[in-house]
């Protein structure tokens, strides 16, 4: 059973527009929940993350959205650029615990 | 610098051959991963361990062993046992004691490949 399901599979965003990454959860406990970007042949690097008691979360042109109520979370790409082509997994785990569950990876193109 | 490495980047093995995945950390991190991914496919576990001398299995432990001798190093082997073992391995690691520090770092992977 997937514990964090993310959606899209793939994303093509135009130069300058929004990129919208979405991810759901089952488990109430999760109280972190990083995203992840990967370009090819490297390994993942921590992009921004969130934790459960604030709605919002923003680092430059990049925003976690996170209701608690829908059990969701959202990464937003502002200002979308060619560099940002990579894939984003999100997370999520819970304090205490060493356990992370992935997200199954969006691969963003983002068109000049 | 501070980081996690992975040796070597590539490796070829030969059906019915163990080969053994190298992944060293200096940033004093109790935990370590291990991650396999597939062409398009998220992350899963394999293995990790949150102490020395003691691993817990993933999702995904059949075909492979671990050890943790040291905090810092973390080798795993894939075993013949592994009937598909083509991918890229992820290794990470996490300190334990801060609640407020939950990030995972990553090193930057070894590529398999079986021939």
């Known amino acids: 059973q997937q514990q964090v399901k993310q959606s899209p599979q793939s994303l093509i965003v135009q130069k300058g527009g929004i990129s919208i990454i979405n991810c759901a959860y089952e488990n109430t406990a999760f109280d972190y929940f990083p995203w992840y970007q990967q370009f090819p042949g490297k390994g993942p690097a921590l992009l921004i993350a969130?934790?459960?008691?604030?709605s919002e979360k923003k680092e430059g042109r990049f925003t976690i959205s996170f209701n608690k109520s829908a059990k969701q979370f959202s990464l937003h790409i502002m200002d979308s650029q060619p560099g940002d082509s990579a894939t984003y997994f999100c997370?999520?785990?819970?304090?205490?615990?060493?356990?992370?569950?992935f997200g199954s990876g969006t691969k963003l193109n983002v068109k000049p | 610098d501070g980081g996690i490495t992975q040796s070597p980047k590539y490796l070829f093995r030969k059906e019915g051959q163990n080969v053994t995945l190298s992944c060293e950390q200096n940033l004093n991190h109790d935990a370590m991963y291990w991650y396999r991914q597939d062409p398009g496919q998220g992350l899963r576990l394999i293995y990790y361990s949150q102490i020395v001398n003691d691993f817990q299995k993933g999702d995904i432990a059949e075909g492979y062993s671990v050890s943790r001798e040291k905090k810092e190093s973390f080798p795993l082997t894939v075993t013949s046992a592994q009937k598909n073992p083509t991918a890229f391995y992820l290794c990470?690691?996490?300190?334990?004691?801060?609640?407020?520090?939950?990030?995972?770092?990553f090193g930057p992977g070894t590529r398999l490949t079986v021939l």
């Open positions: 990470a690691s996490k300190g334990l004691a801060d609640s407020s520090y939950n990030e995972q770092f």
């Open positions: 969130i934790r459960p008691d604030v």
């Open positions: 997370a999520a785990s819970i304090r205490g615990f060493n356990k992370f569950y």
